[in-house]
């Protein structure tokens, strides 16, 4: 079984700082991950994935990722935050060895404060 | 690249009644989703085709519940006799299969409120 964990429900940061949004996973072999963000009213946009390769994934609008098997993390990472950055974050994970429908985190809501 | 559309945006129907939902995908991608979205949660699946062919199903399905793909290209949702549980938003998403690392492209949802 798949499953991903967003431990967290808000993430609050300041515009300029950098910011990290968590994710873990749990799949029996090797996964494949990816963020998505999610704006009021709208569909989720792709982001970044993981599927092998460099641990650091770099994706659209600054955003990076880094996968961490000893951790089971993939956290996504931005240097410096935009106020229009403020959305919903979504990890997502899907076993290799199993079907192709990946499983979705709850959430992150990220606020930048100007 | 016109992205995955979804029609209509919104519905608002009266508990007991049918709904229906189209999306149209990405037009090279084979792959078509649907999913469930409520309030504070993440997307959670319900049915998938590869072409024409729907391969899985969720326990979330109910039979009140149906999809078809019937040309591999669009795609609608039916749900009969609405319940109030029903209000949701629907996304659809599409990919192109590439030895099961594809990246799933998500429409703008059809939010449904069930009265």
């Known amino acids: 079984a798949q499953s991903v964990a967003q431990p967290e429900d808000q993430v609050n940061v300041a515009e300029g700082n950098p910011l990290t949004v968590k994710c873990t996973y749990s799949?029996?072999?090797?996964?494949?991950l990816f963020w998505y963000v999610q704006y009021p009213n709208r569909g989720l946009q792709f982001l970044l994935k993981?599927?092998?390769?460099?641990?650091l994934v770099k994706g659209s609008y600054g955003f990076e990722a880094e996968f961490n098997k000893s951790q089971t993390s993939f956290h996504l990472k931005k240097p410096s935050a935009l106020v229009s950055d403020s959305a919903l974050y979504f990890c997502?994970?899907?076993?290799?060895?199993?079907?192709?429908?990946?499983?979705f985190g709850r959430g992150t809501s990220l606020i930048v404060h100007p | 690249d016109t992205g995955v559309s979804q029609d209509p945006r919104h519905k608002i129907t009266k508990r007991g009644q049918n709904v229906t939902f189209r999306c149209d995908p990405i037009?090279?991608?084979?792959?078509l989703y649907w999913y469930r979205q409520t309030l504070g949660q993440g997307p959670e699946f319900l049915t998938y085709?590869?072409?024409?062919?729907?391969?899985?199903k969720s326990r979330l399905l109910s039979d009140r519940f149906s999809a078809e793909r019937p040309k591999g290209s669009f795609s609608t949702l039916e749900i009969q006799r609405t319940e109030q549980g029903d209000s949701a938003m629907y996304l659809c998403?599409?990919?192109?299969?590439?030895?099961?690392?594809?990246?799933?492209?998500f429409g703008p949802g059809t939010r449904l409120t069930v009265l």
């Open positions: 993981y599927i092998t390769g460099d641990n």
């Open positions: 085709f590869q072409n024409e062919a729907q391969l899985e």
């Open positions: 997502a994970v899907r076993d290799p060895g199993g079907s192709y429908i990946p499983t």
């Open positions: 998403a599409s990919s192109l299969g590439q030895m099961g690392a594809d990246t799933q492209y």
């Open positions: 037009s090279e991608h084979n792959r």
């Open positions: 799949v029996s072999g090797n996964p494949y």
